[in-house]
């Protein structure tokens, strides 16, 4: 009879996580649509728009602050699950209009790996090691997993020649060693690892927090190859005289 309350509660975090990851994935497969469409429409040039960037962006990110800091607007149903889907559609649309128009294969490819990337993340996070508090299991799974990618990371950039291509692929790994301990405190929130219990009255919140993930992974590593490029062309020595030059004509 013990064990029934912590056998309910395991099943009411398992119910609680499929159904938040469940309506984040919506979420995120409508963003992916999205951001194929602009390639649907060669002939009508949509992207980028900055006016509509900062109408989307303002809106989708101030009604999302105002929504998270209201108790009652974020366990009333159906407006919470309005108000989500309002702001998820905002800030997917925002993305779609600051990034240039994309092929699909390469969205899909960029979206693959975020994705893969973010199960993963949200699978550490949804464990625990016996008698060991959260705070200390983040930082050791982080620690585990900064070490790792950063061994592989320099096994396969040694074998790379191309020094904008070496600086983007690095960056890929940099975001996710930086993206990591985030998307994992997220997944023991949904847990309810924090002193506190699964939210299961705010699934809409926390998947469109899990979406807000999503798109901004992808607007940065969609522009790893622009950040490499810059990277690459800073850190030669000739490049770095001639900027230094440049600033103390300034001075």
Not at 13 to 23: E, K, P, W
Not at 153 to 163: F, K, S
Not at 193 to 222: K, Q, S, V
Request: hydrophobic share 55%.
């Amino acid at each position: 009879m013990s064990d029934q309350p912590a056998d309910g509660l395991g099943r009411l975090r398992l119910a609680v996580r499929l159904r938040i990851y469940g309506t984040a994935l919506v979420f995120i497969v409508l963003a992916i649509v999205l951001l194929i469409l602009p390639d649907l429409f060669r002939g009508h040039p949509l992207v980028p728009d900055s006016v509509a960037t900062y109408c989307c962006f303002g809106i989708g990110l101030t009604a999302l602050c105002v929504y998270a800091s209201v108790t009652w607007l974020r366990r009333k149903f159906p407006i919470n699950w309005i108000a989500s889907c309002s702001i998820a559609a905002c800030l997917a649309l925002g993305t779609v209009f600051v990034l240039p128009e994309q092929p699909a294969g390469h969205v899909l490819l960029l979206s693959l790996e975020i994705l893969i990337m973010m199960a993963l993340l949200l699978l550490v996070g949804s464990l625990l090691l016996p008698n060991c508090p959260p705070v200390a299991y983040l930082f050791l799974t982080w620690f585990i997993y900064v070490m790792f990618s950063t061994v592989l990371m320099v096994v396969v950039v040694v074998h790379l020649q191309d020094r904008p291509l070496i600086y983007e692929v690095a960056l890929h790994f940099v975001v996710w060693q930086i993206g990591f301990p985030v998307i994992e405190f997220q997944a023991q929130v949904i847990s309810g690892y924090w002193d506190n219990f699964p939210p299961l009255l705010d699934i809409p919140l926390c998947a469109t927090m899990l979406l807000l993930d999503f798109l901004a992974c992808y607007a940065i590593l969609d522009s790893a190859d622009d950040i490499g490029f810059e990277l690459s062309y800073v850190s030669r020595s000739s490049n770095q005289k001639f900027l230094a030059r440049v600033i103390k004509s300034q001075m």
